[in-house]
């Protein structure tokens, strides 16, 4: 069974540092890509960074490019995102998501999320 | 960027109604669209993918069709499990959402 368990989130203040990490289990890590979803308090989805399979190549949303950094590692099975230089505007709940397959892909698996409130 | 309008953005139904909410994309995505229901709470999950393959495990009720940028969710037949908010989603180049479609009574 797929499952994917984030973790890291809480309470900073805005120009503060946040890491994230969601621990990934049910499937072949390095056969898809990764990425990180928010979603702002009643607001809509947003994606945020994405990783590939073979943990080289980083794509980012201009709205977090340059302050956020996704990486892998394979040995802990784990998807990280660190957040850095945060504003009031990423206030919110970061969901960790598996790609269905590889290469062009929607994501089949999200977490259940973990909050990030900046203020 | 890709852009996704997505409409209507409330939709008031009843059971064994058939519902259908559009998604245009603002340039060609080919067919590299997705569907997700989310219900208040939960994440996000998968319906559709490729325009209108039905994920592993959805109730066939849910179809997609695609018209050049222009997309369409249907569900057949509503049942109380389905009111809940929908996105429509491209991935033909990064990730855009619709702004989402909320299913009410």
């Known amino acids: 069974e797929v499952q994917l368990l984030e973790s890291g989130g809480g309470f900073v203040h805005p120009g503060g540092s946040l890491r994230l990490s969601c621990a990934a289990s049910g499937f072949t890590f390095s056969g898809h890509p990764m990425s990180w979803v928010r979603q702002a308090p009643g607001r809509g989805l947003e994606w945020v960074a994405t990783?590939?399979?073979?943990?080289?190549?980083?794509y980012y949303a201009d709205s977090v490019e340059g302050r956020f950094t996704i990486y892998r590692d394979f040995s802990k099975k784990t998807v990280d995102l660190q957040m850095d230089n945060l504003r009031a505007e990423d206030t919110a709940i970061y969901f960790c998501?598996?790609?269905?397959?590889?290469?062009?892909?929607?994501?089949?698996?999200w977490g259940q999320g973990t909050q990030v409130t900046v203020s | 960027d890709i852009q996704m309008t997505q409409s209507p953005s409330t939709l008031s139904a009843s059971i064994g109604d058939r519902v259908t909410i559009t998604c245009r994309a603002s340039?060609?995505?080919?067919?590299?669209l997705a569907w997700f229901q989310q219900r208040p709470g939960k994440a996000p999950k998968l319906l559709i993918y490729?325009?209108?393959r039905l994920q592993s495990g959805v109730p066939s009720r849910f179809s997609g069709s695609a018209s050049g940028t222009e997309f369409t969710l249907t569900i057949t037949s509503l049942q109380p499990d389905d009111f809940a908010t929908y996105y429509c989603?491209?991935?033909?180049?990064?990730?855009?959402f619709g702004q989402g479609t909320r299913v009410e009574v």
């Open positions: 998501t598996k790609g269905l397959y590889s290469g062009r892909t929607p994501p089949d698996y």
């Open positions: 340039q060609s995505i080919s067919n590299w």
């Open positions: 490729e325009a209108s």
């Open positions: 990783i590939n399979g073979g943990g080289y190549t980083t």
């Open positions: 989603q491209q991935y033909n180049r990064d990730w855009t």
